[in-house]
């Protein structure tokens, strides 16, 4: 069983930035893959980025923005969140894939708001 967790989140006003944080239970060596979903208000979860053992894939729209990394020894992935703007108001969930099935972090709310 893996147990994620998210922190990092908050209010900040938009032009700035934030890093997410999601510490793992697990061993992420051990994982086939870990990523970042956000659902905003009114709106469907959405895949922001992953990350494997071979490279990262983030949503082509956030790319310039937004950048996937991990520390294995730490347990830990992160997401830099730069130039936030208001429509990245959301929920962000940490998702981990493994052996044994797919895991979700609680969320952690961020709003970009002046």
């Known amino acids: 069983q893996v147990q994620l967790a998210e922190s990092g989140g908050g209010f900040v006003q938009p032009g700035e930035s934030l890093r997410l944080s999601c510490t793992s239970s697990e061993n992420i060596f051990n994982l086939l893959s870990m990523a970042w979903y956000r659902q905003a208000p009114g709106k469907e979860r959405d895949l922001v980025a992953e990350i494997n053992n071979y490279g990262t894939t983030t949503k082509a729209s956030l790319k310039e923005r937004f950048t996937i990394s991990r520390d294995g020894a730490k347990r830990m992935v992160y997401l830099q969140m730069n130039n936030l703007k208001a429509e990245d108001t959301a929920v962000y969930y940490c998702?981990?894939?493994?052996?044994?099935?797919?895991?979700w972090g609680q969320g952690i709310e961020v709003t970009v708001s002046s």
């Open positions: 998702n981990a894939k493994g052996p044994s099935g797919e895991y």
